[in-house]
């Protein structure tokens, strides 16, 4: 017979687990609240002064900052030529490391970690559509991996470390503890057991009081005072049945231009160059466009916006983030595309009930974002979640579930895989620096992987 350990030394570890959780939890909100912090600080003053520049210097001022777009892209090129694993938002890399799929030592990620922090500066600095909740998924998932490699742990304990360094990250990039920890489990692909539960969730919810407190950022969207107004439930289902549709197409528009991407013959290290440029022509006519799009979703809760102006900002913002995407831009898609939820969900409000978009049509804008997030991560409970905390609008709680729902159902049948999924399938895990190996086991499952020590 199987001896049980001695009560003490049970405790004991649940001691050492939750102890665990909390130091990941509040380095990495101390990593990803510096970045959050970085990466909100330049739409405020380095995007209107490079606005002021142009439109004060005319053409010197214009050729100016297209020189600084050139030397932002090929740096950002560079650093991701040099280093493969900080391309896009990171959540596939996390992913396929969780899976067992790919291993990186400690020193790559000593070098992942600001590689990463700081390419996405650059970009954002250049205007991009991206948004910060990938890379801080991959920023905490680091400093998991890093806790590994001082404490040591069988496989299995790694990869929940992994997932609760992810977790971590997100909680601290969208200030949703909740969302964060069934990202763990529903994205991540984390059993859910005593010992992952409870360290993702001290993770999760040390590294959120951290960026609250400390840092001070609170809830991303005020829309918890929200008024529901009575809606016909064919509505909401038609309503998801579009963006579920929407959400499907954008996964196949983005899987088609990273393979369209690949036959350029533009050298590897240039290809961030082209949305870069766009993003400065942008920054002149439509700057409303330009990073994740957390202001754009803000201004069209408080505002009344033309009817033309919101069909313009839909279709240039959708096309503008997959474009961002391109050229293995470091940078997430996450914000993106809860900002184009948020836009369909107020044009449908047009469509469906005829309401002008307005602060009357929160409602919708909130239902957009939940639907087109599900449809395009094919994570129903995680983008319920994720709305309800980052928006405060419980309210909608019970008719988000049907729109949802009826975006995740149209996404499934049409069989286009989630964008995640459709992703991983793309990246190449066998290129790490330094001489280093991807480790790619002949099984996805976590049978033995996960039993066996780790060397």
Known sequence: MRAHPHPFLRLLRWFFLLTQGILVGLTAACVVGSFRWCLEAIPRHVWPAARTLMEQYG???????????????????????????????GIPQVELECEGKLHVPPHIWLRVIPAKFLSCLLDTTGGLSQGREGPSVQLGAGIGALADALWGHTESERRNLLAAGGAAGMAAAFSAPWAATIFAFEELGRPVNRASC????????????IVEKFFGFGR????????VPDMAWWKLILLGLALGLGGSLYNRALVGLKTA?????????????????????????????????????????????????????????????????????????????????????????????????????????????????????????????????????????????????SANFVAARLHIPPIYA???????VNSLPGGTSAELPPSSGEGKAESSPKH
Do not use: H, N
């Open 198 to 209: 409870l360290l993702t969730f001290c993770a999760a919810f040390s590294s959120w009081m």
């Open 261 to 405: 991407e690949a036959r350029l013959p533009l050298p590897r290290q240039w290809r961030i160059l082209p949305p870069m440029l766009l993003a400065g022509l942008l920054l002149f006519f439509l700057p409303e466009v330009l990073g994740g799009g957390s202001s754009l979703i803000l201004q069209m809760g408080s505002e009344e916006i033309a009817l033309g102006t919101l069909f313009l900002l839909l279709t240039v913002k959708s096309a503008f983030s997959l474009l961002s995407f391109t050229g293995d831009a470091p940078g997430g898609i996450l914000m993106p595309i809860l900002c184009v939820g948020a836009l369909s969900g107020l044009a449908g409000a047009f469509i469906l009930e005829g309401v002008y978009p307005s602060p009357a049509t929160i409602c919708w804008l909130v239902w957009g974002m939940a639907g087109f997030f599900a449809a395009v991560l094919g994570t129903p409970l995680v983008s319920l979640v994720l709305v309800m905390e980052i928006t405060g609008a419980s309210a909608c709680l019970p008719s988000a579930v049907l729109v949802v729902l």
């Open 59 to 89: 053409l010197p001022g214009v050729l100016l900052w297209v020189a600084a777009l050139i030397a932002l892209a090929y740096t950002a090129g560079r650093m991701v030529r040099a280093l493969p694993l900080i391309s896009g938002g």
């Open 422 to 428: 459709a992703l991983r399938a793309s990246i190449v």
């Open 220 to 227: 991303l969207f005020p829309f918890s005072d929200l008024a």
